[in-house]
Protein backbone atom coordinates (compact mmCIF):
# COMPACT_ATOMS: atom_id res chain seq x y z
CA UNK A 1 0.00 0.00 0.00
CA UNK A 2 1.66 3.25 -0.92
CA UNK A 3 1.64 6.07 1.87
CA UNK A 4 -0.66 9.12 1.46
CA UNK A 5 1.42 11.94 0.50
CA UNK A 6 0.39 15.44 1.31
CA UNK A 7 -0.07 17.40 -2.32
CA UNK A 8 3.13 19.45 -1.76
CA UNK A 9 5.47 16.02 -1.32
CA UNK A 10 7.24 15.06 -4.60
CA UNK A 11 9.20 18.72 -4.66
CA UNK A 12 11.81 18.61 -2.14
CA UNK A 13 11.92 21.78 0.43
CA UNK A 14 15.00 23.98 -0.19
CA UNK A 15 17.59 22.81 2.63
CA UNK A 16 17.54 25.09 5.55
CA UNK A 17 21.14 27.12 5.52
CA UNK A 18 23.82 25.89 7.52
CA UNK A 19 24.15 28.28 10.20
CA UNK A 20 27.86 29.21 10.46
CA UNK A 21 27.55 29.48 14.15
CA UNK A 22 26.88 26.35 15.43
CA UNK A 23 29.19 24.11 16.81
CA UNK A 24 28.74 21.53 13.62
CA UNK A 25 29.08 24.08 11.31
CA UNK A 26 32.43 24.98 12.55
CA UNK A 27 33.70 21.60 13.46
CA UNK A 28 33.31 20.63 10.13
CA UNK A 29 34.82 24.22 8.77
CA UNK A 30 37.75 23.38 10.44
CA UNK A 31 38.70 20.41 8.51
CA UNK A 32 37.34 22.05 4.81
CA UNK A 33 39.34 25.18 5.89
CA UNK A 34 42.14 23.49 6.80
CA UNK A 35 42.23 20.73 3.01
CA UNK A 36 41.70 25.33 1.64
CA UNK A 37 44.52 26.64 3.45
CA UNK A 38 46.95 23.64 3.11
CA UNK A 39 46.11 23.80 -0.59
CA UNK A 40 46.49 27.00 -1.10
CA UNK A 41 49.94 26.72 0.66
CA UNK A 42 51.14 23.62 -1.49
CA UNK A 43 50.08 25.45 -4.60
CA UNK A 44 52.66 28.46 -3.38
CA UNK A 45 54.88 25.44 -3.12
CA UNK A 46 54.69 23.85 -6.69
CA UNK A 47 55.01 27.54 -8.02
CA UNK A 48 58.05 28.37 -6.40
CA UNK A 49 59.47 25.10 -7.39
CA UNK A 50 58.01 25.26 -11.56
CA UNK A 51 59.80 28.60 -11.71
CA UNK A 52 63.01 26.88 -10.87
CA UNK A 53 62.36 24.32 -13.16
CA UNK A 54 61.30 26.62 -15.99
CA UNK A 55 63.42 29.51 -15.60
CA UNK A 56 61.97 31.37 -18.67
CA UNK A 57 58.81 31.65 -16.62
CA UNK A 58 60.28 32.16 -13.34
CA UNK A 59 59.28 35.95 -12.64
CA UNK A 60 56.03 35.04 -14.22
CA UNK A 61 55.55 31.72 -11.94
CA UNK A 62 56.90 32.92 -8.58
CA UNK A 63 53.98 35.80 -9.20
CA UNK A 64 51.64 33.15 -9.71
CA UNK A 65 52.91 31.06 -6.53
CA UNK A 66 52.60 34.50 -4.55
CA UNK A 67 49.12 34.73 -5.71
CA UNK A 68 48.35 31.14 -3.97
CA UNK A 69 50.15 32.41 -0.31
CA UNK A 70 47.77 35.51 -0.46
CA UNK A 71 45.02 33.34 -1.29
CA UNK A 72 45.76 30.85 1.92
CA UNK A 73 46.22 34.20 4.30
CA UNK A 74 42.76 35.64 3.03
CA UNK A 75 41.20 31.80 3.82
CA UNK A 76 42.53 31.81 7.37
CA UNK A 77 40.87 35.37 7.53
CA UNK A 78 37.60 33.72 6.93
CA UNK A 79 38.19 31.26 9.57
CA UNK A 80 39.65 33.48 12.38
CA UNK A 81 36.15 35.05 11.46
CA UNK A 82 34.17 32.33 12.31
CA UNK A 83 36.42 31.56 15.34
CA UNK A 84 37.52 28.43 13.35
CA UNK A 85 41.39 27.64 13.22
CA UNK A 86 42.06 24.81 10.19
CA UNK A 87 42.88 21.78 10.40
CA UNK A 88 45.79 21.69 8.81
CA UNK A 89 47.20 18.32 10.13
CA UNK A 90 44.45 16.36 8.32
CA UNK A 91 44.84 18.35 5.62
CA UNK A 92 48.64 17.96 5.31
CA UNK A 93 48.17 14.24 5.43
CA UNK A 94 44.83 14.07 2.69
CA UNK A 95 47.30 16.41 0.44
CA UNK A 96 50.69 13.77 0.64
CA UNK A 97 50.42 11.20 -1.85
CA UNK A 98 49.33 14.67 -4.20
CA UNK A 99 52.49 16.43 -3.44
CA UNK A 100 54.69 13.35 -3.13
CA UNK A 101 53.91 12.48 -6.85
CA UNK A 102 54.38 16.25 -7.26
CA UNK A 103 58.07 15.84 -5.76
CA UNK A 104 58.88 12.71 -8.10
CA UNK A 105 57.87 14.19 -11.34
CA UNK A 106 60.10 17.33 -10.03
CA UNK A 107 62.90 15.27 -9.48
CA UNK A 108 62.84 12.87 -12.51
CA UNK A 109 62.57 16.24 -14.61
CA UNK A 110 59.02 15.61 -15.95
CA UNK A 111 57.82 19.35 -16.33
CA UNK A 112 54.54 18.00 -17.91
CA UNK A 113 53.89 16.14 -14.77
CA UNK A 114 54.37 18.57 -12.26
CA UNK A 115 52.12 20.84 -14.53
CA UNK A 116 49.33 18.43 -14.75
CA UNK A 117 49.85 18.15 -10.98
CA UNK A 118 49.76 22.09 -10.38
CA UNK A 119 48.24 23.89 -13.27
CA UNK A 120 45.64 21.23 -14.02
CA UNK A 121 44.65 19.20 -11.15
CA UNK A 122 44.92 21.27 -7.90
CA UNK A 123 43.74 24.19 -9.94
CA UNK A 124 40.27 22.60 -11.73
CA UNK A 125 40.20 21.14 -7.99
CA UNK A 126 40.57 24.77 -7.00
CA UNK A 127 37.87 26.37 -9.53
CA UNK A 128 35.05 23.27 -8.47
CA UNK A 129 35.30 23.66 -4.72
CA UNK A 130 35.38 27.59 -4.75
CA UNK A 131 32.20 27.49 -7.47
CA UNK A 132 30.60 25.21 -5.11
CA UNK A 133 31.05 26.84 -1.69
CA UNK A 134 30.34 30.52 -3.10
CA UNK A 135 26.83 29.88 -3.26
CA UNK A 136 26.66 29.14 0.37
CA UNK A 137 29.59 31.20 1.55
CA UNK A 138 28.90 33.43 4.63
CA UNK A 139 29.24 37.38 4.02
CA UNK A 140 32.75 37.74 4.80
CA UNK A 141 33.84 34.79 2.27
CA UNK A 142 31.64 35.20 -0.37
CA UNK A 143 33.76 38.43 -2.12
CA UNK A 144 37.01 36.83 -0.83
CA UNK A 145 36.24 33.49 -2.59
CA UNK A 146 34.88 35.45 -5.53
CA UNK A 147 38.15 37.01 -6.30
CA UNK A 148 40.36 33.83 -5.70
CA UNK A 149 38.58 32.10 -8.28
CA UNK A 150 39.42 34.78 -10.86
CA UNK A 151 42.94 34.40 -10.21
CA UNK A 152 42.57 30.28 -10.58
CA UNK A 153 41.50 30.55 -13.67
CA UNK A 154 44.49 32.31 -14.36
CA UNK A 155 46.52 29.78 -12.88
CA UNK A 156 44.63 26.49 -14.95
CA UNK A 157 45.74 29.29 -18.07
CA UNK A 158 49.41 29.30 -17.63
CA UNK A 159 49.39 25.41 -17.54
CA UNK A 160 46.53 24.73 -20.37
CA UNK A 161 49.05 26.71 -22.78
CA UNK A 162 52.50 25.20 -21.42
CA UNK A 163 51.06 21.64 -21.89
CA UNK A 164 49.05 22.93 -25.60
CA UNK A 165 52.56 24.23 -27.10
CA UNK A 166 53.97 21.19 -26.67
CA UNK A 167 51.24 18.19 -26.82
CA UNK A 168 52.97 15.81 -29.43
CA UNK A 169 55.88 15.40 -26.89
CA UNK A 170 54.39 15.65 -23.38
CA UNK A 171 50.82 13.83 -24.32
CA UNK A 172 51.37 10.31 -23.74
CA UNK A 173 53.28 11.37 -19.94
CA UNK A 174 50.00 13.85 -19.14
CA UNK A 175 48.18 10.52 -19.35
CA UNK A 176 50.21 8.56 -17.34
CA UNK A 177 49.84 11.52 -14.63
CA UNK A 178 46.37 11.70 -15.05
CA UNK A 179 45.85 8.14 -14.16
CA UNK A 180 48.04 8.55 -11.20
CA UNK A 181 46.99 12.17 -9.71
CA UNK A 182 43.03 11.82 -10.16
CA UNK A 183 41.97 9.05 -7.47
CA UNK A 184 44.14 10.53 -4.82
CA UNK A 185 42.78 14.06 -5.59
CA UNK A 186 39.45 13.03 -5.55
CA UNK A 187 40.30 10.62 -2.41
CA UNK A 188 40.91 14.15 -0.65
CA UNK A 189 37.43 15.07 -1.53
CA UNK A 190 35.74 12.01 -0.42
CA UNK A 191 37.81 12.01 3.17
CA UNK A 192 35.50 15.58 3.67
CA UNK A 193 32.39 15.09 1.74
CA UNK A 194 30.62 14.60 5.22
CA UNK A 195 31.93 18.40 6.03
CA UNK A 196 30.91 19.46 3.01
CA UNK A 197 27.56 18.68 3.56
CA UNK A 198 27.64 20.16 6.97
CA UNK A 199 28.50 23.34 5.02
CA UNK A 200 25.72 23.53 2.86
CA UNK A 201 27.91 21.89 -0.42
CA UNK A 202 26.93 19.22 -2.57
CA UNK A 203 30.17 17.22 -3.38
CA UNK A 204 28.38 15.44 -5.67
CA UNK A 205 28.12 18.03 -7.72
CA UNK A 206 31.57 19.16 -7.07
CA UNK A 207 33.08 15.97 -8.27
CA UNK A 208 30.72 16.61 -11.17
CA UNK A 209 32.07 19.99 -11.78
CA UNK A 210 35.64 18.95 -11.17
CA UNK A 211 35.27 16.52 -14.06
CA UNK A 212 33.71 18.50 -16.78
CA UNK A 213 36.64 21.34 -15.53
CA UNK A 214 39.22 18.84 -16.13
CA UNK A 215 37.75 17.21 -19.16
CA UNK A 216 37.86 20.59 -21.18
CA UNK A 217 41.16 21.06 -19.89
CA UNK A 218 42.64 18.15 -21.46
CA UNK A 219 40.63 18.56 -24.86
CA UNK A 220 42.35 22.31 -24.52
CA UNK A 221 45.86 21.01 -24.87
CA UNK A 222 45.07 18.14 -27.08
CA UNK A 223 43.16 15.45 -26.51
CA UNK A 224 39.92 14.34 -28.13
CA UNK A 225 37.14 14.97 -26.39
CA UNK A 226 36.69 10.64 -26.13
CA UNK A 227 40.02 10.42 -24.84
CA UNK A 228 39.62 13.04 -21.92
CA UNK A 229 36.29 11.73 -20.90
CA UNK A 230 37.34 7.83 -20.72
CA UNK A 231 40.77 9.41 -18.94
CA UNK A 232 38.55 11.14 -16.36
CA UNK A 233 35.61 8.56 -15.64
CA UNK A 234 38.50 5.69 -15.40
CA UNK A 235 39.70 7.46 -12.32
CA UNK A 236 36.31 8.69 -10.93
CA UNK A 237 34.97 5.16 -10.77
CA UNK A 238 37.66 3.83 -8.75
CA UNK A 239 36.78 6.52 -5.97
CA UNK A 240 32.93 6.08 -4.94
CA UNK A 241 31.84 9.22 -2.57
CA UNK A 242 30.41 7.75 -0.36
FE1 LIG B 1 44.87 29.67 -4.99
FE1 LIG C 1 45.90 28.57 -8.14
Redesign the pocket.
Known sequence: MTPRQSPSSGTAAPAPSPDPTSPVYRDAYSRINGVVVVGEGL?DRHFRLLARAIPEDGAELLRLGAM?GRHARDFIGCGANLGVRPDAALAKQLFAPLHALFQECDSAGDLAGCLVIQCLIV?CF?VAAYRAYLPVADAYAQPITAAVLA??AE?LNYGEQWLQARFAEVGDAVAAICRRGLPVTLRILQAVAADMRAIGMDPADLVGSFCELFEQSLATIGFSATEARRLVFRSVATVPLG
Do not use: G, I, T
Open positions: AEEADEH
